[in-house]
């Protein structure tokens, strides 16, 4: 199972888990983590399909001080990334994401 990293900064890929109870634990771990005054941020494709545990976690979130964005940008590509995205039928004109976030204490 991924690890939350032990200092002020760490990364994990939650949407690669596919054990419940390995993101159960991971998510007890970000809940404590946050309430040591750590910030948490996650952040994760929209596509719903792969993170069907998402709106459990955002009331989680939530209920714990913290909150969730959804983010649509339309970024300006280089024109090489453009005339690849294009080649390979691929449409990134606009990028999205979604974020939960439990603010630290400082």
Do not use: Y
């Not at 039928?89 to 606009?94: F, P, S, W």
Request: hydrophobic share 45%.
């Amino acid at each position: 199972m991924a690890r939350a990293a032990r200092g002020r900064a760490g990364g994990v890929a939650v949407n690669e888990l596919t054990d419940a109870d390995a993101r159960e634990r991971l998510l007890r771990r970000f809940l404590d983590r946050a309430a040591r005054g750590d910030t948490v941020l996650v952040v994760e494709p929209v596509a719903r399909s792969v993170a069907p545990w998402w709106p459990a976690w955002q009331s989680t979130f939530a209920a714990a001080g913290g909150r969730a964005d959804e983010w649509r940008f339309r970024p300006q590509l280089p024109d090489i990334v453009a005339k690849l995205d294009r080649a390979a039928g691929l449409n990134h004109r606009e990028l999205t994401a979604r974020t939960l976030w439990i603010p630290g204490r400082l």
